[in-house]
T-cell receptor, first 112, second 113 residues
Framework: QKEVEQDPGPLSVPEGAIVSLNCTYS??????FMWYRQYSRKGPELLMY????GNKEDGRFTAQVDKSSKYISLFIRDSQPSDSATYLC????????????FGGGTRLMVKP | DAMVIQNPRYQVTQFGKPVTLSCSQT?????MYWYQQKSSQAPKLLFH???????NEADTPDNFQSRRPNTSFCFLDIRSPGLGDAAMYLC????????????FGPGTRLTVL
């Protein structure tokens, strides 16, 4: 079993829809959670960073962490075609360590 | 603009023929990382440098080596590429070791014939 599980998709939604992307994990030591966006043929770009459980909002993006269920989510409101990309979750047990454990990514397609 | 640059963007090599991938950064970051990302898979950390200190992940094959001649440049050497080494290779940098500070380059896609 992988440490971090993420549905590969593709997830196809119409423009303006609310998108929900999710990851589950098995390591209860994870405390730092990130979401990266990766456009085709580009490197990952950090979107959201959260510590422990709770919600964090940034514009159209909301990250949620439920440590009791070992489940994290990224919500995208009013989705745009420019949001079409692969979204990777990543997590770490330590903020000062270099080890990030990534999910395999979910490919999102937002259709005009 | 400060950035992470990888060259070449696409590299084709033959089975067993050594290849070197290059990464440079204008961010003056202390830490440089190399990740391997196979198609539709998560990036996998191969190794990282904190300044000149080299840190190899336990499961990184000996076939993969790295050099960091100065702060700005880091190289990934694959001594004898196999078909299974075909992947996207991502370079990342960070000022320190905080997990949320890694900036990724665009990647080099390696094809092994």
């Amino acid at each position: 079993q992988k440490e971090v599980e993420q549905d590969p998709g593709p997830l196809s939604v119409p423009e303006g829809a609310i998108v929900s992307l999710n990851c589950t994990y098995s390591n209860s030591a994870f405390q730092y959670f990130m979401w990266y966006r990766q456009y085709s043929r580009k490197g990952p770009e950090l979107l959201m960073y959260t510590y422990s459980s709770g919600n964090k909002e940034d514009g159209r993006f909301t990250a949620q962490v439920d440590k009791s269920s070992k489940y994290i989510s990224l919500f995208i409101r009013d989705s745009q075609p420019s949001d079409s990309a692969t979204y990777l979750c990543a997590m770490s047990a330590s903020n000062a360590g270099n080890m990030l454990t990534f999910g395999g990514g979910t490919r999102l397609m937002v259709k005009p | 603009d400060a950035m992470v640059i990888q060259n070449p963007r696409y590299q084709v090599t033959q089975f067993g023929k050594p290849v070197t991938l290059s990464c440079s950064q204008t961010l003056n970051h202390n830490v440089m990382y190399w990740y391997q990302q196979k198609s539709s898979q998560a990036p996998k950390l191969l190794f990282h440098y904190y300044d000149k200190d080299f840190n190899n992940e336990a499961d990184t094959p000996d076939n993969f080596q790295s050099r960091r001649p100065n702060t700005s440049f880091c190289f990934l050497d694959i001594r004898s590429p196999g078909l299974g080494d075909a992947a996207m290779y991502l370079c990342a940098t960070s000022r320190g070791l905080a997990v949320n500070e890694q900036f990724f380059g665009p990647g080099t896609r390696l094809t092994v014939l």
